[in-house]
Structures are given as structure tokens and as C-alpha cells.
């Protein structure tokens, strides 16, 4: 904010600086330069005629899809209780391995050494933020596992849980049950990092209290801190199941077991009254998933 | 938890956790439930526990490569397959932000009229329902194979995102802020550039963020419906069971979403 003169004397409220206008345009600048120069190379990439084309071709799939193939659903009920399991299961899995590593990422749960600050000094400034897990006047404390559990987290969650599934065919073959393991092995980061977050959002006061009465390492983590996690927990448990949902039903594409192996083979073979059905019922299936997962947080917080 | 005379009856007794769902009827239906159901559907899957077995030994080579991962041998493809997922990635989101911007305001019911609210409400919904892939694979069959239908997928993926933020967001701004501005006598274009727009911002960008590293994360898999990027490359990589070069992709993957959470964390902490 600030007040600046014009060259005829008068005085005139500005939101910015001149000197802060100029980098803001500079800014801009370089944006738009950013964009049109990977415009131009997703331009060169294309064959514009067919783009030309889009919309007659559009026109020709949406009239080849009215109306979806009803009769073709009994062969759909199947593949969606195998989506449903899916996405279930491995939902119940992931939660099962994110425990443990939302437990070893939480700064106040995670097994830690107190130091002096001499070793601190030696730590590399970026890496301080994931190994140190408390700062005191003259006590520091380090937590060693941290660094894997976070890398644990960052790892399984930015791999998409396709190529997860991708990966799982090529080693233990086609079919659900390396779906349900895609869908574990990608849930682990995303269910883990919200659990730490809770768990290092906890009242220390209950904490105290149970360790106060003698309680063990276990029965603090049991009383102490669990029931405090409880209804984040469950939140988490339903927010990623529905998730899950969504993603299960086009796993089948890479050939991962569900409904989207129907899908997959239906525009093979270019059966778009099938394809449009199935288009259908994955639509349902997330507004449904969506709204079960929507009643349920909400009845939780 | 007990007052009074219930006291009495608790004294002596052995204290008991209370149980996480207090209706008894509501929580043995639920736990019988949940049995029932997990028994019929781990039932229900079949697993081929001999061919597990022999995959187990592909699952060591695989982890093994990741020791050894081979960056040289398809250098031409991973960096192809690299540069075009990262182009996808910054147009998609410029574009992406560019137009979520106009919706997310006419989706924000404390400053559009009831109709405009519906339309972009409308657009948020179905950007919402439908999954990255399948739009590739619609935008891939109209479009034709390359990274146009990639940019066009994210695009329309990030609208729906971001759009639905900005406009909780400015749902719950503070009004006295932009009231004080309207009773200067602004225009409306005014009004939401000095009165709406300082407020949202913070959130804005670190949304814009998020979504860049979220967008990146899914142009790695639109390669598979032939949407462009780093997924062809890489489906190739499995599909030859060239376990180092997959590897060297994925390390390559994983490397740059943790340099954008980086940097993200960096610019969000800048703004706020």
C-alpha cells in the first residue's frame, strides 16, 4: 500500500509500490512467456486436423452411446462387488500399515534421542525441519526413524495407483488381488500423513494425566493418546475409502480386477452403448461413495 | 461421567474404557456387519497363492533395481516423456487457474445471483465426478492421441478443484472488508479486486500449488490412454519387465513431487 505523487502535484493512493508494481508485471511476464512456449509445444505435438474434426467425431460417439445398453448390466454386477472389494479391502490394509509409520512421523510419538547442540550444528540446515523433533533451551531432541516414515509417505503417495497397479501385474499377475494391493500401497502415504498430523495435534494434558498414574509406553499410546485420534482416525478411514472408490473403478483399465476391465474391453471393441452404461454406474457409484463418506464424517465430528 | 447416587454403584468396580460407539444395538450391528461382509468378500477374491509365489521373485528384482536404477539406456525416451509431462503440468494448471478464477467467483453464493451459482455449481459437480482417466480416454478418442488431451483432461480436472475452494473461500470471507470497500462507491470489478480478491489470495496460491504437484502426479498416468507424457514410457518399462528403467522413472517421479512440496511449502509460508 502507498501513497505516491503524480507528476501534477497531486497525491494518489496506489495498492502497490511502483517498484512492487514493476516486479509484479515482470512476474506476469515471464508467466505468459512460461505458457505460450509449452502451448507451442503441445501445439507442434498435435495433429490439428483431427482437432478440427472433434466435434463432428463427438457428435458420432454421443449418437453411437444413446441409449446405453441396459441389458448388459447383469454382466456388470459382478465386477462391481470386485470394485467395491477393492476398494474395501484395501482401504482396511492401507490403515492397517499406516499406523505404525503415522506413529514413527508424529514428532511427539516417534522414538527420539536428546542431543547437544554441537550435533544439531552439524546437521545440514534443510534436513533440520525432518529430523528434529523438539527445540528446548539447551535440550534438542532428533528422531532417526522420522526420515523414513516421511519418505515411506511421500513415495507411496506420489505414485499414482495405477502405475502402483501397473507394477503389482508385472509382479504377482493380473486380477483384484493386485488391485486391493495397488490400492493399500497407494493409501499408505495419503492415510498416514493425516493420522500424524492428528496425533501431533493432541492434547498433551491427557498425555501427562495417564503417564501420571504409572501408565506404561502401551497403555499411555492406549489411553492417552488413541482415543484422542479415535474420530480422526475414522474420518480419515471413510475420507480414503471413498476415494478408493474412485479409483478402483478405472483400475481394471491396466487390468487390475473391477469394472473397469468391462470398461477396458468394451472400448476395444468400440461398444459404446456398453461403455456409456458403465460410465453410468462408476458415475453412481462416487455420488453414492461421496455421499455415504459425506454422512458418515459427519456424524463422526 | 456418573453423578450423585450412580457414584455409589461404581465404587468397587473396575473401570472400563468407554466404548467408541455408545448404542450397543447400533455397534454389535455394525461389528456383525463388517464381519459378515469382510468374510464374504476376502471369499470372494480369488488369489493365485503359486503364481504370488513365483512373482515374488520379479517383486526382489524390482526392489533391487531401485538400488540400480538405469537412467542411460531409454534416456531419450525419459527425458521426452519427462519434459512432456512437465509441459502438460504447467499449461494445464495456468489455464486451469485462469478459468476457475471466473467460476469460482459466480459459484460463491455471497456474491452471485442464484443462477449464475446453479450453472457454475453445475460445472464444479461434473469437473468433480468424473475421473482423470476417463476424460483422457474420452478427450483421446475426440482429440486424437498426444499431449493436447492431456492438457485438456488436467484442465478441466483443475477447474473442478479449484473452483470449489475459491469458492468456499470467498463463502467465508470476512463481509466488513468488502463492505468497507463498497461504500466507497467502487464498481463491482473494483469491489472484487480490492475487497474479495486480497482476502482469498493467500489460499489462492497455495491451492495453485497444491494442484501444480497434484497435476503432475496425474500426467505421469495419462500416458497409458495415450494422452501424452511420462506414462507411455513407463508402461513400455513394465511391459518389457525393464524393471531399472521403470525404477529410474519413478525415482525420477517421486524426486520432482518432492522438490514442488519443497518449493510449495517455501511460496506458501511467503504468502500467508
Redesign the interface.
Known sequence: MAIISLPDGHRTWR?FTPRAQILRWFGYLI?VA??VW??N???E???WF??WD?PR??GD?LTRATPPRWSYMEKLWWPI??T??IA??GT?AALVMAVPVAFMAARNTTPQISVSPVVIRMIPPFLRPVLMTSTGQDSYTIGPIRPIALLII??T????S??WA??L?????P???AG?VAIAIRSIGFCAKLLYEAIEEIDHGQVEAVTATGGSRWQVMA?GIV?QI?PAFAGIAVFRWDINI??S??LG??GAGGIGLQLSSS?NVLAWPQVSLI?LV??LA??ISEWVSAKVRGAII | MAAGGDLDLLIGTRWKKPPFIRRAWLRWLLILGTGAYLVAAVASVEVNWARVYEGLERGAAFVAAFGDPDFTSRWQDIRDGMLESVIMTIASTVAGILISIPIGLGAARNIAPLPVYLVCRGIIAISRALQEIIVAILLVAIFGFGPLAGFLTLSFATIGFLSKLLAEDIESMDRVQAEAIRATGASWLQWVNYGVQPQVMPRLVGLSMYRLDINFRESAILGLVGAGGIGATLNTAFDRYEFDTAAAILILIIGTVMALEYISGIIRAKVQ
Open positions: 495498492r508467466g512460461v505458457f509449452c502451448w509445444r503441445i501445439s505435438a498435435t495433429t483431427f482437432v472433434a467425431i463427438a460417439i462387488w470386485d467395491i472389494n474395501t479391502l482396511i511421500v513415495s503417495r506420489s505414485i499414482n495405477l502405475i501397473l507394477l501385474i508385472a509382479i504377482i499377475g486380477g483384484v488381488f486391493i489411553y482415543p479415535m474412485r479409483e473403478t478405472v483399465l491396466v472400448l460410465l462408476i458415475l462416487v455420488v
